[in-house]
């Protein structure tokens, strides 16, 4: 995601070059369907001649923005403007579908490069000064403050471009653009293709599961090869009894971009830097949250030291205990390294709560937490969903939904159409994820929106047993479609729910992650998928206790790395030394002993999507936790909280500023209590859990 064109249909795509702008051919004959490209089929030559008429089209609207003569007003710019983004969405969105999802390789390879088309456009429109003049000429409206925010957050947007610089600084911007987008892509490259690998003897592999061991087959001379890739690296960091391997993959790990992205991280930070003193602002933190909720980077610090003092004592007392426990089983150690920490959490969790992740699996078919979910999301949001059975989709396994409004006021009325994608396919996208269809606009266009999720099941005689994690994971990102949905009722197509700023956008899902912890919820789907038993309060009571354990140490980690992110932002990049920076960071959040040889920042990919904002994971976090406080414990879904939440929090979408979403459903601003009392939360025992 792309934090300086603020544009919202850029929120799905990947950072894509920017350059060779081409200009879109004159518009054949309309197609059947303007909407979904994926009714066309698997003609990469029929998809561009779609996006180039979705582009046309956009470039007529904006046409008719700059014919206006007589005074400008919403109706005659901000409409077309709203017209233009909505035909780059569209595009956007359709371009991303094929890229992300399609079977043949040629149509992703045609979507790929059409995003980088539609990217290009979007840049050029941010630094269009005509287009900027005009919507700066509206008066600001005062009885639609719904409009009145659009206007001021676009002109925002267009100033933090760089749209009022002159020519040859405009063009200095755009190449700074496209070479930060460049070296995003050689960063992610360098840690994709990084591969190391570890060599390991038989006895050393002492303590993985056997199906791990079984998956590995040991060469000529009786060693096994172990790679830095997450399946081979996680299993070894939680589980191998041996000390010295964990180390040696754990830096491996660490090491695999380095030294190559060293150079590239300098010449990327140095970019950006570049890119914000010609803006006018002193640091990359600056710009990067000046168009965000916290609004700056001093609000950053000032976040981390909030939370740091929140979290610190639950975290001394957490790493207190798992110190103890570690001496117990292994007399003379003195202290815990960071290629230790999960070894030996998870020998603490599993002795301490007794519970085994593999053990509630046979609870969690795919199909019936399909059908769990969609009834939880149901009665919690007050909609209804209706199988479309004859919808025309990009895959035959996908299903398509159409969400119905069951508040009372509703009276039934359609509200858009969800589509899931769930199941793994040759050439699909890997991630977990949720991304727009079509903005809405009121009685004119529905919202839709699409999960793309990689679950195991959907196949004949697979059940597709589910990880308790997965289910949550399912839940989140159902949650990024519920706020697109109810959020994109409203008159403009730019301010649906997935266009709220950056770092308020995982709030609301954040927030439903805590709602499974509820018994009542949880026992309402998750039945064993062959002996038809509910899952066992019991069972619910070790996983909740075992998952409350550590949370002050995550969130000191979540600020280690928030700290990192912001630290290599807020100087001149000219002579970080990212060692010293990293070691400053170990001092002040782990407890754990630093590796020698870790080069984490080589590898670490938040850089170049989220740049300076890291901190969003803890925003979030903070806000997500006290809006949960809101609720009922014991009438999760069914209290008056969940509709006055649908109403002060998602429905408006990004029609308010998101700080005051959060105080219309807080009455305050969020406040760090919630977050407190989560961290030392002790689930109630299974004799007292409700069923
Ligand atoms: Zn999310």
Redesign the pocket.
């Given at each position: 995601m792309s934090f300086r064109t603020g544009f919202p249909f850029l929120l799905a795509s990947v950072l894509l070059s920017t350059a060779g702008f081409a200009q879109p051919k004159p518009a054949p004959a309309a197609a059947a369907d303007p909407l979904h490209a994926w009714v066309l089929g698997s003609d990469p030559a029929a998809l561009e001649t779609w996006v180039n008429q979705r582009l046309a089209a956009e470039k007529a609207d904006l046409e008719k923005l700059l014919a206006v003569t007589g005074p400008r007003t919403v109706e005659n710019t901000l409409r077309p403007f709203d017209d233009a983004q909505n035909e780059l969405a569209i595009a956007n969105n359709n371009a991303y579908l094929q890229y992300s999802l399609a079977d043949a390789a040629p149509l992703r390879d045609k979507g790929q490069a059409l995003l980088s088309t539609i990217s290009s456009e979007a840049t050029d429109l941010s630094l269009n000064q005509k287009v900027y003049n005009a919507l700066a000429a509206v008066p600001l409206p005062t009885g639609d403050p719904a409009a009145r925010h659009y206007l001021e957050r676009t002109l925002l947007e267009y100033r933090l471009s760089g749209v009022d610089k002159d020519d040859a600084t405009r063009a200095a911007l755009r190449a700074l653009q496209d070479k930060i987008t460049a070296l995003s892509l050689t960063f992610g490259r360098n840690v994709a293709d990084g591969t190391l690998k570890v060599t390991a003897t038989k006895a050393d592999l002492d303590g993985l599961p056997a199906d791990y061991v079984a998956l590995h087959k040991p060469g000529p001379d009786g060693t096994y090869t172990l790679t830095t890739e997450q399946p081979d690296v996680g299993p070894v960091l939680s589980f191998a009894k041996s000390a010295d391997l964990r180390r040696k993959v754990y830096l491996a790990y660490n090491q695999r971009a380095y030294p190559a992205n060293v150079q590239v991280l300098r010449d990327l930070l140095t970019a950006r830097q570049q890119l914000a003193t010609t803006l006018g602002y002193a640091h990359y933190a600056d710009l990067a949250t000046a168009d965000q909720m916290i609004g700056t980077a001093a609000n950053v610090e000032h976040l981390i030291d909030q939370v740091d003092q929140a979290s610190r004592p639950v975290a001394a007392h957490e790493y207190a205990q798992l110190l103890a426990f570690a001496q117990k089983q292994q007399p003379g150690l003195t202290s815990i390294s960071q290629s230790d920490q999960s070894y030996w959490v998870e020998q603490y969790r599993r002795a301490q709560y007794a519970f085994d992740a593999q053990s509630v699996r046979p609870y969690f078919p795919y199909a019936e937490v399909q059908t769990g979910i969609l009834k939880t999301a149901a009665r919690l949001f007050h909609v209804s969903f209706k199988q479309v059975k004859d919808a025309q989709v990009w895959d035959r396994s996908v299903d398509s939904f159409d969400v119905f409004d069951a508040a009372e006021a509703g009276q039934g009325k359609l509200l858009g159409r969800i589509y899931l994608d769930m199941h793994p396919r040759d050439g699909k996208d890997k991630w977990f994820s949720?991304a727009p269809v079509l903005p809405g606009i009121a009685g004119r266009q529905l919202p839709e929106g699409m999960l793309v999720c990689n679950f195991s099941g959907g196949a004949a005689g697979d059940p597709g047993l589910m990880q308790y994690n997965e289910v949550v994971v399912f839940f989140?990102?159902f949650g990024?479609l519920m706020h697109h949905i109810l959020g994109s009722q409203g008159p403009w197509s730019g301010q649906g729910g997935f266009s709220v700023e950056g770092d308020f956008?995982?709030s609301p899902?954040?927030m439903l992650e805590e709602m499974f912890h509820d018994p009542a919820i949880l026992q309402s789907f998750g039945k064993h998928y062959q002996t038809g038993e509910v899952l066992p309060a019991s069972l619910i009571a070790k996983m909740n206790a075992a998952s409350a354990y550590g949370r002050g140490r995550w969130l000191q980690g979540q600020l280690w790395a928030t700290t990192y992110s912001l630290e290599v932002h807020n100087q001149a990049p000219a002579g970080l030394d990212f060692d010293a920076l990293l070691k400053a960071d170990d001092e002040r959040f782990s407890p754990f002993t630093p590796v020698e040889g870790d080069r984490f920042y080589a590898s670490f990919t938040h850089l170049t999507g989220y740049a300076s904002n890291y901190y969003t994971y803890v925003l979030d976090k903070v806000i997500a936790i006290d809006f949960f406080a809101q609720f009922d414990k014991h009438n999760l879904l069914d209290g008056p909280t969940a509709m006055r939440y649908r109403r002060a929090v998602l429905e408006p979408g990004a029609s308010k500023p998101a700080a005051q979403l959060v105080k219309d459903f807080l009455g305050r601003p969020q406040s760090m209590d919630a977050l407190k009392s989560w961290m030392s939360e002790e689930f109630q025992a299974p004799a007292v859990a409700s069923k």
């Open positions: 949720s989140h990102e990024h956008v995982e899902s954040q």
